[in-house]
């Protein structure tokens, strides 16, 4: 558990040059002229790479990666490194077990090349471990845990190494957590909170975004909540909101500049869009996709799905002034991928340092023939207008779309090559946490795996995890 090679979680795979890998690895193979992808892992389980917490650093020279593995033994977040010079990949290091499933690691890295990791939550206390050495995975300090009843990790790093850490509280909302360098991490309470009428399960996907002073904190929020205790009536009300903070956090306002009180709820953030009904359910999603550009301007991801109109899309922009502009996102999913319909956004949008905004989305085919938009039946699709194409993993597929001018026009990219016979699930792109960056001209790296998405009968899942490398 320091960081030591992880033994039976190990997945070796020999690499060459990253200019040779279609020719000479066998466990490496191409995804076009664009990327070139690598199995990382053999072990990963049913949410290997999901989750909002980024999972990619590159750093002078060298890319982290970080997923959950699941064996024998139970679940592991596990770390491994590729060395862009030589184009080799360390063993897999173990960082920590997780309770279950749901434990996916979240990591960041600071001034010095120190990695950060959180990992293993999901309604308990929060482990927390730092790479012993900058920019080197191998080891790792002592486990750190504090805190409590946290899921759904988001970390980053500010510009004095002051980390910051946020996750869902329960059911009751987004908590805030601080930790100077050298020091213990504190407890800021809740600044997010559900709607009081809502008294059974509720979720928050939020993520966190650096202005570029390294200063300004924004945070885009999905809300998924309901007034009925009744499993069915779950999600009857859903939301996408958005704040900022321009003080590291302590204080809170919407983009035009007013004030927003903490702890905020749905109404009192930007709403970006909301809608409460229950034949079907409002389908809004947007699982904290958020990034900001060089002139501090905040794009925010979200989709929306209907029966009438299943996986619209939606790529919006506040401006000076703080108002927001829709940016013509669906009209390129229209060109580029007609007939499909966006199911996933998760962890799956980022930015360049030349303001390249990058987004892989995970879709469905609108006219499947198992395709269920109603949610219909209830008992089985809970008046989801999305949730059928769980059932049928090997129906989705990742598309990639990005734009070089600030959202006004959009191109896409085939990175990934697949047959309809295999799964393509839960894509995590490398976002800015701390002082990592994708350089000007480069792509992110990507990370997903093939099988299934879901374990509801608990037994051993052996889905291969990916690493991409897009040029």
């Known amino acids: 558990m320091n960081g030591t090679s992880s033994g039976p979680h190990t997945t070796s795979t020999a690499t060459a040059m990253l200019l040779f890998l279609l020719a000479v690895c066998g466990q490496c193979g191409a995804a076009g002229e664009l990327a070139t992808e690598t199995l990382v892992s053999s072990r990963g389980c049913c949410a290997a790479t999901a989750g909002t917490g980024n999972k ?11 997923w959950l593995n699941s064996t024998e033994e139970g679940f592991f977040s596990v770390v491994r490194t590729l060395d862009r010079s030589t184009g080799k990949w360390s063993p897999t290091y173990t960082l920590g077990q997780a309770r279950d499933d749901h434990g996916r690691p979240a990591l960041t890295i600071d001034s010095q090349g120190y990695l950060h990791a959180i990992y293993g939550v999901h309604h308990n206390q929060i482990p927390y471990r730092r790479s012993r050495r900058p920019n080197d995975a191998s080891e790792w300090t002592d486990v750190e845990v504090f805190g409590g009843r946290l899921t759904y990790p988001t970390l980053i ?9 946020t996750g869902r509280f329960g059911w009751e909302g987004v908590r805030l957590y601080v930790r100077p360098p050298g020091e213990k991490w504190t407890d800021r309470g809740l600044i997010i909170r559900r709607n009081p009428e809502c008294i059974s399960y509720a979720a928050f996907h939020e993520g966190l975004a650096w202005g570029p002073d390294h200063k300004t904190l924004h945070l885009s929020c999905q809300f998924f909540q309901g007034k009925s205790g009744n499993s069915l009536n779950w999600g009857t009300m859903q939301s996408v909101n958005y704040m900022v903070s321009r003080d590291f956090g302590r204080t809170w306002e919407r983009a035009d500049g007013s004030h927003v009180a903490i702890p905020a709820t749905a109404s009192t953030m930007d709403v970006l869009a909301a809608e409460e009904s229950f034949d079907p359910k409002p ?19 979200y989709y929306r799905n ?11 922009r506040a401006n000076r002034d703080g108002q927001w502009q829709h940016l013509p996102l669906q009209a390129a999913m229209d060109k580029y991928y007609s007939g499909w319909a966006v199911v996933d956004c998760r962890a799956g949008f980022t930015i360049t340092a030349d303001d390249r905004l990058c987004m892989a989305l995970t879709l469905a085919p609108i006219d499947h023939p198992d395709a269920r938009w109603d949610g219909k039946p209830l008992e089985r699709y809970f008046h989801e207008p999305a949730y059928w194409q769980n059932f049928f993993p090997k129906a989705r ?8 001018d600030a959202g006004r026009s959009f191109i896409s990219k085939e990175v990934l090559e697949k047959g309809p016979d295999v799964a393509c699930l839960q894509q995590s792109i490398e976002m800015p946490t701390g002082f990592n960056a994708i350089p000007a001209g480069a792509r992110p790296g990507l990370l997903y795996h093939t099988g299934v ?14 690493y991409v490398h897009v040029r």
Do not use: M
């Open 283 to 301: 389908g809004l999603r947007n699982t904290g996709a958020v990034v900001v550009d060089s002139k501090n301007r905040p794009y925010v991801l």
């Open 157 to 165: 790093c500010g510009p004095d190494d002051q980390l910051f850490l």
């Open 56 to 66: 990619i650093i590159t750093y002078r020279g060298k890319t982290h990666v970080a």
């Open 397 to 404: 597929r990742i598309g990639w779309l990005e734009s070089g």
């Open 306 to 316: 209907t029966p009438a109109r299943p996986g619209q899309v939606f790529l919006v």
């Open 453 to 466: 998405s879901s374990n509801p009968d608990g037994r051993i899942i052996d889905n291969d995890v990916f």
